[in-house]
């Protein structure tokens, strides 16, 4: 997995309806297993109901929150190309011929309406959605979370699959409290994913690792 951590990054476009095939299932499964985490996996139609209607849930939530848009707003940016971090604005819901006032619009309209039926529309139609989750919800289960999700997506890369995130469906406590109860969760759900395969796409910027580091000298 070693070589797949220059070509993991996260891929917001569609995928091809091809489910993953069962043996590399159970290998992503294994892998979260590893790190101390469970990885369920949702490929049946009632199950991605479920969480199509979370992650929609969950949108309007967040949206409804003005907090949330102004922190969104602050990392959005309109012209990505110059950018050296954030999101662009089409990721945002906004579309190119508004994408120089994205962030204004985030900070004062609630878009959660819009958002919710898309992202809807992307979980319901995803060839695999999947729960990671832990038997407990503390700082610890949390650093073991982040590991068994790097090490699921740096394995599914190597098996050229691809994967981005519906996680509103885990930041709105009540909302993943009934997903986690309608699926059958044993746990606390921690990240929710997309799964699948698709045609390459560009990263998001993102800083250098020199200007992430604290030097002492």
Known sequence: TFHAMTQRH??????????LPDDIAAELVAVAQQEGATLQLITADEGRAVMADAVAEADRVQWADKTFREELAR?????PQLAVDGLPTSEAGISEW??????????????????????????????TLAILSTDTDDPLAWVRAGQALQ????????????????????????VRARMAASLGVAG??????????????????????????????
């Open 10 to 19: 996260t891929h917001r476009g569609p995928f091809r309806p091809d489910p």
């Open 75 to 79: 990392w959005v940016r309109p012209k």
């Open 98 to 127: 508004l994408a120089f006032a994205g962030p204004a619009l985030i900070r004062t309209f609630d878009r959660g309406g819009g958002q919710a039926a898309r992202h809807r529309e992307i979980a319901a139609h995803a060839p």
């Open 151 to 174: 090490s699921v997506l740096l394995h599914a890369r190597t098996e050229d699959v691809w994967a981005s995130f519906l996680n509103q469906a885990t930041e709105v406590p009540e």
């Open 188 to 217: 606390f759900p921690q990240v929710v994913l997309r799964l699948g395969y698709g045609e390459a796409v560009t990263p998001t910027p993102r800083r250098s690792v020199r200007e992430m580091l604290i030097m002492h000298r």
